[in-house]
């Protein structure tokens, strides 16, 4: 919020010839609950935290305590198994967080069918097109069994749990809650129900017509990869697994989290992927870094001899940082794989070369807004909020992100500002005002209507430097100001998303 305030000391730069430009304070932000994470207010601590998934690393096991367990149920296969097996829950644990709306016209916020009753989830929307579209399931990391506004917040290249590369890419996607999570009936099962609440979206997934049934994919990272790994063990109903980071046994997981009855040793092993891998019988990918979960994927491909199950680890990369470039090369194979039956492969050189390429972030989410009084409509990032900031000095709207991470999503700022003006030659003058500030200005269009596009900086008490980007259109005889700004330090991050917004303003005729 610091740097956000800080801007509230040079706006007034701008304030001449009758143009107010924007310079109020920002308000503070809201406590972002992170998707799976139902303890942490702070994203960025939370998904640095390896412990609430994994605990310490462990030392290599040959899977010793699964003989029993598969001597007693021989025969059985885990989905008999886990659906004649009834849990014991030693702590009934819930939440009631609110779902925030999804970007309109992007995903739906919906309710899906479970054993337990309605459970929540967001789902692209219909793409309206009258084809059948392949879509991924997507699990993310952590204990909580909710959803919030997490996939659409800056993928960060070194800690994308986002999955946002698969609906940027075009893949329909869908993040499902779970019993327990936002207001869901139930409790939190710590991998066991869960696992039936995948299959329950898989379902509702199939149901939908817009959706190909036979290109129904599942994906998850962390706990959601050891979750998706366990319905690939229970359900062959998924055309390829994707499984970030999962572990062999839970017990690997940060036992504080367990809410089910640690005495017995079946609630352990109904939980754990290490002891029914046989069951997995379509396309599995099991990808980890080096220095994450490597151990735990290392038990997996020594236990198994199952040809369906592919065990990646990639040298260098961590817990996290194999996510943003991966599954940019899974939304690749998913858009590739059109037969009646799954062909995806990966190599070892597809994931040097995914590892290898160069960071890139998307363009946010974008979510419209309409100013009434202007007959003006624009579109901003979705997790930004849009607040009337007017005063006496007049109109007045304030956008930033209400989120404080340290990327351009966030630390940027943008005003709006209106003014009525009766000077015929106002346009052109304040063009020559920014330049002689130093501002690189030319005269423009936005959406057929003149306007001054102009850049430069504008310095602090301290000595730092904002990017400034300010565009004042003409509308008659009223001059609308997007005045933006963001840190020098974070250099052109910012640009696409203040062009993103230019492109997006319109006006009623």
């Not at 392949?134 to 959803?147: E, K, L, S, T």
């Not at 149901?207 to 062959?236: C, K, W």
């Not at 390429?357 to 990032?381: I, K, N, R, Y």
């Not at 904002?466 to 974070?490: A, M, P, R, W």
């Amino acid at each position: 919020m610091k740097k956000k305030k800080l801007l509230a000391l040079f706006g007034a730069a701008l304030l001449v010839f009758g143009t107010v430009c924007g310079c109020g304070n920002a308000a503070g932000s809201a406590p972002k609950i992170e998707s799976g994470q139902e303890e942490s207010a702070d994203k960025e601590e939370a998904a640095k935290d390896e412990a609430d998934d994994t605990g310490a690393p462990q030392e290599d096991s040959d899977g010793a305590g699964a003989d029993s367990a598969v001597a007693a149920r021989k025969g059985q296969s885990f989905a008999q198994a886990h659906d004649a097996f009834k849990t014991t829950l030693v702590r009934e644990e819930n939440d009631d967080y609110e779902i925030p709306a999804p970007p309109e016209g992007l995903f739906d916020l919906v309710s899906y069918p479970s054993k337990v009753g309605d459970l929540a989830a967001y789902v692209s929307s219909d793409p309206q097109d009258g084809q059948k579209h392949p879509m991924i399931i997507w699990v993310v990391g952590g204990w909580g069994n909710g959803i919030d506004d997490f996939p659409w917040c800056y993928p960060e290249w070194d800690n994308d749990q986002t999955g946002s590369a698969f609906w940027q890419n075009g893949i329909l996607t869908m993040y499902p809650s779970f019993r327990g999570g936002c207001n869901n009936p139930g409790y939190y099962e710590a991998l066991f129900g869960e696992v039936d609440d995948i299959v329950s979206a898989y379902e509702y997934a199939a149901s939908l017509p817009y959706v190909d049934t036979n290109r129904i994919y599942l994906g998850g990272h962390s706990t959601g990869g050891t979750r998706a790994l366990l319905a690939a063990e229970y359900s062959d109903k998924f055309r390829a697994v994707f499984c970030f980071g999962a572990v062999d046994e839970v017990k690997y997981h940060n036992n504080s989290q367990f809410t089910f009855d640690t005495e017995n040793e079946e609630e352990f092993i109904m939980r754990s992927p290490v002891y029914w891998l046989d069951n997995v019988k379509n396309p599995t990918f099991l990808i980890e870094g080096s220095e994450g979960n490597a151990v735990n994927l290392k038990n997996i491909q020594r236990a198994s001899e199952n040809e369906n199950i592919n065990c990646y680890i990639v040298e260098g990369a961590d817990h996290f940082s194999v996510l943003a470039p991966v599954t940019r090369l899974v939304a690749e194979k998913i858009l590739e794989d059109t037969g009646s039956k799954a062909s995806i492969t990966i190599t070892q050189e597809e994931l040097d070369a995914a590892m290898n390429q160069e960071p890139s972030v998307w363009l946010p989410a974008m979510t419209q807004h309409t100013v009434e009084d202007l007959g003006m409509t624009f579109s901003c990032p979705y997790i930004w909020d849009v607040s009337d900031t007017s005063g006496q000095d007049g109109f007045e709207l304030t956008a930033y992100s209400r989120y404080e991470e340290d990327n351009a999503w966030d630390m940027a700022a943008l005003y709006i500002t209106a003014d009525r003006i009766d000077q015929e030659s106002y346009l052109q003058d304040f063009g020559e005002y920014l330049t002689s500030m130093g501002y690189a200005a030319e005269e423009t269009q936005i959406n057929g209507l003149p306007a001054i596009d102009a850049v430069g900086m504008q310095e602090n008490e301290d000595g730092s430097f904002f990017n400034n980007h300010y565009v004042l259109i003409q509308k008659d005889d009223t001059y609308i100001g997007f005045d933006f700004y963001i840190h020098e330090s974070y250099g052109t991050g910012a640009d696409a998303i203040f062009q993103a917004i230019l492109d997006s303003v319109s006006f009623e005729p």
